[in-house]
């Protein structure tokens, strides 16, 4: 009895490590979810009466998607342990993601020049936003167990091909999605270096997706039209055609200043930016809440990347940290890319702001990785730190003396 009653007072009290980043975390979410809700329904009410539906109508969709989001973080962070995804779980998850995006390539809704979309019934989902979170899980249990000996490298390096690099080229030929490539690598790429990968290797990776990045932008037309963002002024309309949005987000910056027009005040979201609730809600929060609310933002998804990393950091195992730290990069790294594409540093990318731009599939995928990475921190604050030592212990076998 007094056994349990002490594990029972030790799970109850998260060590220092955990406990702070873990509430940095939930109250970073917080904010962006809350500023969100608000800019959706600033940003969206003049769309929405011009299309004869409730102003409010976003907003009460973006709704419906946080509840949605806000279960699906709960369950992954307090009913399923992270170690599941270390087992045959992730093979089931990868599975599911792969059948989306067969259907998606087969039968998915097209829009903007892209097939992303999957109608099931009444329900609308990119499956793209969900394959990156399996296609990462993926790459932390290969690596995994390529540490541990499990895995061979000839063995871990067919996996790799066939589960990571074969969907994920699918996903890049079927759907044309730059974008969420460069997501998936940057998810992969955390996952080498928390696994300790030599640096060699990992630069030798870096310079291959650099290589691939580039030729599918000087080879493909619909692309290398987005680099009218360097000028967009210049894209033969005099600025009313490939440049137009990006114009429009320019403006919307240079309106807001270092303190902003006003909450609720955006000029822009009459009809002028294109995605002003979705991609481009960026720039509202430029307009209407200045330099000073646009750097608020930044300064919130960075303590999501602080908190995340100590996470992995204090993680049990090298899965643990993987999982979490990967996840955290990934994340983070989607917020900057949407950022760069408003702010006129990248060509658009047409990915969304995590916790803020409307949409159900993006804000529930972004909610599903913080529940994994928060279920990494619930291990720890379970364990003290004799614990934690041992279970990091490793044996090591002497090398047989050659005769």
Partial sequence: MASEQKKRERAAAAPADVSGPRIVMLLSVLALTLLGLVMIYSASSISAISEEISSASYLIDQLKFVAVGVVAAGVLWKLIPYRVWAGPAVWVIWGISIVLLLLTAIMGLAANGAQRWLLLGPISLQPSEFVKIALVLVA??????????????????????????????????????LGTTAIIALGVLGVMWLGEVPLRTILAVIGAMILFALAATVFSSYRSDRFLYLNPWNDGEGGMGNGYQIIHSYYAFSEGGLFGSGLGNSREKYLYL????????????????????????????????????????????????????????????????????????????????????????????????????????EDVSGRDVYERRRDNLEIVRPAKKAR
């Fill in 140 to 177: 932390a249990r290969l690596f995994s167990e390529l540490r541990s000996g499990t895995l061979d490298m000839r063995g871990f390096i067919v996996q790799v091909i066939i589960f990571i690099i074969i969907p994920t080229g699918f996903l890049f030929t079927t759907q044309s999605d």
């Fill in 274 to 377: 294109p995605e002003s609730e979705t991609d481009f809600i960026f720039a509202i929060i430029g307009e209407e809440l200045g330099f000073v609310g646009a750097m608020a933002v930044i300064l919130v998804f960075l303590a999501i990347l602080w908190a995340g990393m100590r996470i992995a950091r204090a993680a049990t195992d090298d899965f643990g940290a993987m999982v979490a730290g990967s996840l955290t990069i990934m994340l983070v790294f989607q917020a900057f890319l949407n950022i760069g594409c408003v702010i006129g540093v990248f060509p658009t990318t047409g990915k969304p702001l995590p916790f803020i731009s409307s949409g159900g599939s993006s804000l529930i995928a972004s909610y599903m990785m913080v529940g994994i990475i928060l279920a990494v921190s």
